[in-house]
């Protein structure tokens, strides 16, 4: 009977590790309920977000450029926003267009920094949300037209020569960028040239960085962006001028700016809205800490803008078929 | 007999031919033979790519980014494979033949019962990850629970699928003796087929904990946060340097992974049948007690996990909830059909990407698994002398960097990259999923391989045939079946994909969807998700016949 | 015939697809006979075994165990009466990766609940009786060897030791010692035989002298017919001679 005392003890460790498996078991349920009511000190924090969500302000961004450099310029506006305001304010990075709209709409975000296209289409989806402030440089916004210098696409003068991008391969940056996307390709149909005209497939590179990359690489012989992020790429010295060019720039519209959600009104007071506006347009480029948050913007100042300012980019994207 | 052409022309030699002419066609619809497809222009940019590698980011905040990044993806995906490994098997047992067949006897109910379960969890495994994201963001807003959801309803019905497949190609003649002896049917299945497959099993299970992270890294994307957030940060401003060093940190998590699941499928017994020639004593067998010192560990670290990302379980049922779900299904409905036309070439498109990237995959690795297998040229398979000479283990040590570094890399990224040197179109994609994939099959071929069956190879090397032969008549007989099995399912898995690579213009249904989303076009999106569910039972109705008609032969 | 058969075939034909494996089986067997049956490889001894258990339906024809018909049972009442009915199948069908014990203790599964089964898949459970059963078969010291382990013939024995678990009134022995050297082949026919005398032992045999010493009765299969079913005294080494004829 050799083989007894051999069971006796598997047995007996058998035992003690089903209790001990069970007792961690029961840990968990205590400590996976309690975690629901725990409350957060870091604003990354979301399981406690039920409960603070009426005292906290939840301002949020879609990351068109310098992503990793806008996660700083939050923490900076969200405290200097949580100074003027005398309320707590966190912010929640999102990277997807559609995902921060879809936040928006969901009530997650309060307010958040909407590029044209995104900004109507978060309108559109939460009545009463209102355009509240933007850039001064948003106001008169333009894309430009970029082409690899192999391609042997010419600068043009206006509009209607967009047709010498017919029979090109042709890249935008993401499907919901109002520079990168609505507005060229709205101005390309005015010039009549459509989709279709272009080699392949129309590219959507996602990003104004990538756009510049891919016709600098000719994979694609022409792309379209930003002037700004454009502009500000030049300066680093980042682009490679004998490969690519501009060669156009688009006529002015209106782009960035940051919506608010109706839902602030209940809980901090009508006259919230007007608060944060009041405090977006009193930063100052003279206070040093303030100058540091305008430039991540890359803004000198902020100006109050409405929604009515959009009814352009609204209408653009229906025709478009990017509002439905 | 009443067919001699059939003699002949066997299932495989059949269905073999089918596959090169769709790969042939798929490669034509690339646009491979019909105009040029590589850039040469664009390499000096693949070069900074590539040459960042060597210089990745070290500074002290990047690197304390990168450990807090790893640490959230980490536990999203112990949180999405805890719960994915739950829901496959339970269902999994459900929509196995066996099950229907052996232990239910169920005749008349079999169809009906097995199919129907079979078409239900084909739904979920359509859609990607992201868009299943998206979908829940839209019901419970900015949580955790979003990410942990989204990975595990997908995954869950693909463990499930995959459960019910190796369960079914379990031998079933123990269970079968057992039931013929009186055994209530389910009983058996407990006593026989569960114990037989439990290490494939188990080591499917780890590979799922794999693919969590990979998954959780993608849907950093919609603000889970973790790698994947940092990854798109970076890419999205070209950083190179800041990208390899998250690339490295994916990279280390993923061999992590591997790592631990080859240890502890070491101490379960698995590798033991490697044993049998080495002059290791072998060990007395102590299965059952380290599987059970397994669970506090495993249950500890889901615990764990589940606390630090702090999922909010109360909104799973809220009103709130089902507010905004009854509203989200409003606006879904009704579908819209008008670009219905636009879907046949689209779908057509999808289909030959998928089937590139699946060739380029499993090509890739079927050559990359024989030198990773543990098994193969080290202890003594293949090299009967059995002492572990430098090259053999040089040789596993590339090739399982190779297939981790390609696996850890997310397809969107690949693709990316290939589109610096190639023009656009779904060849680029193709390519970006077939390198992803290539290093998940790789992985799962070496795998099979390290669970082959030694003692008829053992028997075929000792009556001195030569190597080749070995590998000719008793290894890839003994492989291919379940290689086979895999490259089928992770074919599925690729045209679930190619919604991934639509991002970078790579085409397909995958690019529809992307402008319906940005565009909150539900009502027609939920029309293309209608085509990639048919396209879904199409590959899954496609791979049952191959491999049905491939074990009849 | 002095009570009634304990299994009866009538007439049976049994194909498979095309190919038919056994033509018009008739045959009767009562309690406590010991049969043999004979026939060289592929005559469908297997077969005529895996039909007498339940496992294969006939085509045509009628198969009754302890009176009932096999297949209009319930499935329930189908599970009874094969729970009286122990096989030893040629290819053994072990669970490979499982220990020794829970091979033998797969005996007991017929009437033990699933609880039971799966607790005891983790603590083996009526240990005693599986290290009797064990020891009857020469092998109690490999009681928690992994099956696949074990060489051919202990592997073998195991499965014997199954079925002695199982305890049925009908054992069913397909080739049973065809892996046993002559010694260990007499004590297992021994054991098979001698248990009670109340049980019944339908052997499939290659060696027609075992099959002459052990068993009463002979059945000799050629090429799915029954060539010959006698009393073992009555078989003539014409018939064997016959019987594996070319
Ligand atoms: N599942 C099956 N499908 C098709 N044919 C089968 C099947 N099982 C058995 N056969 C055929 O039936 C015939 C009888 O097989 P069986 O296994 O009963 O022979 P046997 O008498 O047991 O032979 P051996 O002594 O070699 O074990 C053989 O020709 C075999 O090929
Ligand atoms: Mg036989």
Known sequence: ?324 | ?553 | MSSDPIISVDRVTLQFGQFTALTDISLHIVAGERVALVGSSGAGKSTLIRLLNGTLEPTRGEVQAFGQKLHQLKPKHHRQIQRQIGTIYQQLHLVDNLRVIHNVNAGHLGHWSFLKALISLIVPLDVATATQALAQVGIPEKLYDRTDRLSGGQQQRVAIARVLVQNPMVILADEPISSLDRELSREVMEILCNCQSSRTLIVSLHDVDVALRYCDRMIGLRRGRILFDAPSTAVSSEMIADLYRL
């Not at chain 1, 944060?276 to 913007?297: C, G, R, S, W």
């Not at chain 2, 109360?314 to 089902?322: A, E, Y």
């Not at chain 2, 297939?403 to 610096?420: E, G, N, Q, S, T």
């Open chain 1, 1 to 324: 009977m050799w083989y007894l005392p051999n069971l006796e003890i598997s047995v007996l460790q058998l035992m003690k590790r089903l209790l001990t498996s069970a007792f961690l078991f029961l840990s968990l349920l205590p400590l996976s309920a309690c975690s629901n009511n725990s409350s957060p000190n870091s604003s990354a924090n979301s399981a406690a977000q039920t409960k603070t969500q009426t005292k906290t302000f939840v301002t949020g961004a879609i990351p068109d450029q310098d992503a990793e450099k806008l996660q700083r310029l939050y923490g900076k506006l969200s405290q200097y926003l949580e100074a003027e305001l005398k309320t707590p304010v966190s912010y929640k990075p999102v990277t997807d267009y559609t995902a921060a709209v879809t936040a928006f709409k969901v009530g997650d975000l309060d307010m958040v920094w909407f590029g044209g296209l995104t900004g109507v289409q978060a309108r559109l989806q939460v009545p009463g949300a209102e355009a509240l402030a933007q850039r001064d440089i948003d106001a008169k916004f333009h894309s430009v037209f970029i082409a690899n210098k192999n391609s042997g696409i010419q600068p043009i003068n206006n509009l209607k020569e967009l047709t010498v991008l017919k029979g090109h391969s042709f890249t935008f940056g993401s499907e919901s960028s109002t520079s990168g996307r609505l507005m060229p390709q709205y101005f390309l149909q005015q010039a009549g040239v459509t989709l279709e005209d272009f080699k392949g497939q129309s590219g959507f590179s996602q990003n104004h960085d990538a756009t510049i990359a891919l016709v600098t690489a000719g994979t694609y012989d022409a792309g379209v962006l930003n002037e700004q992020v454009w502009q500000k790429r030049l300066q680093e010295g980042k682009i490679d001028r004998s490969k690519i060019d501009v060669i156009w720039r688009s006529p002015e519209y209106y782009d960035y700016h940051w919506v608010i959600s109706p839902s602030v009104k209940q809980r901090f007071g009508d006259d919230f809205p007007q608060k944060v506006q009041t405090a977006l347009m009193k930063l100052d480029p003279k206070v040093a800490e303030q100058k540091e948050i305008l430039e991540l913007f890359g803004a000198t100042k902020f100006v109050p803008t409405k929604n009515e300012n959009y009814a352009r980019i609204e209408q653009v994207g229906r025709e478009i078929g990017k509002i439905k």
């Open chain 2, 1 to 553: 007999m009443s067919r001699p052409a059939s003699r002949f022309i066997s299932p495989s030699l059949q269905w073999g031919m089918i596959g090169l002419i769709a790969i042939a066609l798929s490669l034509w619809q690339a646009g491979l033979f019909r105009q040029t497809v590589v850039n040469f222009n664009g390499f000096p940019l693949l070069w900074r790519f590539v040459a960042a590698s060597v210089h990745p980011d070290l500074s002290y905040d990047l690197l304390a980014t990168t450990l807090q990044a790893s640490l959230v993806t980490l536990a999203y995906a112990v949180c999405g494979t805890f719960l994915s490994v739950t829901i496959g098997a339970i269902a999994g047992v459900f929509c196995s033949e066996v099950w229907w067949l052996e232990v239910l006897r169920a005749k008349r109910l079999r169809y009906f019962g097995f199919h129907s379960v079979r078409a239900i969890l084909a739904f979920p495994r359509a859609i990607h990850e992201l868009i299943w994201g998206l979908f829940f963001l839209n019901i419970w807003g900015l949580d955790p629970l979003v990410a942990v959801a989204a990975i595990a309803i997908p995954f869950g019905a693909i463990t499930a699928k995959v459960f019910s497949e190796i369960l079914d190609e379990t031998p079933r003649q123990p269970l079968l003796a057992l039931i013929n002896s009186g055994v209530a049917p389910i009983t058996a299945f407990f006593y026989t087929l569960l114990p037989q497959a439990f290490l494939n099993l188990l080591s499917y299970s780890f590979y799922r904990f794999e693919c969590s992270i990979r998954s959780a890294a993608v849907l950093g994307i919609i603000g889970a946060g973790g790698l994947g957030y940092e990854i798109l940060l970076s890419l999205q401003s070209l950083r190179y340097e800041q990208l390899w060093t998250f690339f490295y940190a994916l990279l280390i998590l993923n061999g992590g992974v591997d790592i631990a699941s080859a240890t502890l499928r070491n101490q379960l017994g698995c590798a033991s049948r490697i044993d049998l020639n080495s002059h290791r004593p072998t060990k007395r067998n102590i299965s059952n007690s380290r599987i059970f010192s397994l669970f506090p560990i495993a249950i500890a670290g889901v615990a764990l996990s589940f606390w630090y990302i702090q999922p909010d379980l109360s909104k799973i049922g809220s009103p709130r909830s089902q507010q905004l779900l009854h509203q989200i299904v409003q606006t879904s409905l009704p579908p819209n059909f008008t670009g219905i036309a636009e879907l046949i070439p689209l779908s057509v498109e999808t289909v030959a990407m998928s089937v590139l990237a699946i060739a380029i995959a499993a090509s890739g690795g079927l050559l990359l698994a024989f030198p990773a297998a543990q098994i193969f040229l080290l202890s003594g398979l293949l090299n009967r002398r059995g002492n572990a000479n430098l090259f053999p283990l040089v040789l596993l040590v590339i090739a399982r960097i190779v297939l981790l570094l390609c696996r850890a890399i997310p397809a969107p990224i690949w693709a990316l990259v290939v589109l610096y040197v190639l023009f656009p179109g779904i060849l680029p994609g193709a390519i970006g999923l077939g390198l992803h994939n290539l290093g998940i099959l790789g992985r799962l071929f070496a795998e099979v391989i390290e669970n082959l069956e030694q003692p008829p190879l053992k028997a075929l090397s000792a009556g001195g045939t030569p190597n080749s032969l070995v590998f000719l008549y008793g290894v890839l007989p003994a492989t291919m079946p379940r290689f086979l099995a895999y490259t089928l399912y992770r074919w599925e898995v690729c045209m679930r994909e190619t919604v991934i690579v639509g991002l970078v213009g790579a085409g397909g249904l995958g690019r529809l969807l992307t402008e319906q989303l940005s565009s909150f076009d539900y009502q027609s999106l939920i029309v293309t998700l209608g085509a990639f569910l048919v396209l879904t039972f199409l590959v899954d109705w496609i791979s049952g016949r191959v491999r049905r008609s491939l074990r009849a032969s």
